[in-house]
């Protein structure tokens, strides 16, 4: 039993060695992942590229120096084609957005558009109870910060590039990949906000 245990252990710092050493840098990362990932369907290679912005927080481990998150995330705002007039669209549609997680699949077809998958990170709507939280609670957003346009328009651009906010975000950037459509955004703002939508009640 003594002999098992030890061999064990053994195998497991064999195993475990090259993990403590140095870390790898940005670049060997980058290297593993495109040598391992395989194109299919329409999950083609470019899903490992990562663009300047994400690279700043990978780079820094998602610590960037604090005055550098705050200029880029300020760019980033300002870089968000916000539509003019009510962002509120129908909150039945964007109820349908927020608890979909298809399209972007290796085996789905792009044109028929892709879902938010919010619900994996967001518990939104009293009535739903099946939920992920890596981000924080969305239920009642709109009776917390109100519905007005002020309100409309943080959760638009929120959802549109959620690093304009927080640089290094754990946030999808829904309108920046064009993941999601301007409509759906707006959808999905009025299931957030809309006193109507399920979420306030
Ligand atoms: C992979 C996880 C993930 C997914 C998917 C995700 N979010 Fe988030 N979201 C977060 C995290 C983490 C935060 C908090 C940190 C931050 O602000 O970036 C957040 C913050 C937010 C906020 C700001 C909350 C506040 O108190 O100000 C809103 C609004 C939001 N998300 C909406 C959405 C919507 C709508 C979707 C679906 C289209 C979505 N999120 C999908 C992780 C996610």
Known sequence: ????????????????APMVGAEPSYEEVQMIIHRDFKAKGQ??????DQDVVQQVCTRAHDKPPADVAKAIEADQLAA???PSGSLMGDWKKGAKTAWSGKGMQWNEDPKKGAGGGCYNCHEISAQRTSFGTIGPSLKAFGKKRGHGADAQR?????IYNAK????????PRFGTTG???EQQIKDLVAYLLDPNSPNNK
């Open 1 to 16: 039993m003594k002999t098992k245990l030890m061999l064990a252990a053994g195998l497991a710092a064999l195993v475990l």
């Open 43 to 48: 999950a083609k290679m470019d899903r490992l």
């Open 179 to 181: 993941t999601l459509t």
């Open 154 to 158: 943080y959760v638009y651009t929120k």
């Open 80 to 82: 968000i084609p916000v």
């Open 164 to 171: 304009a906010y927080n640089l290094c975000s754990n946030m």
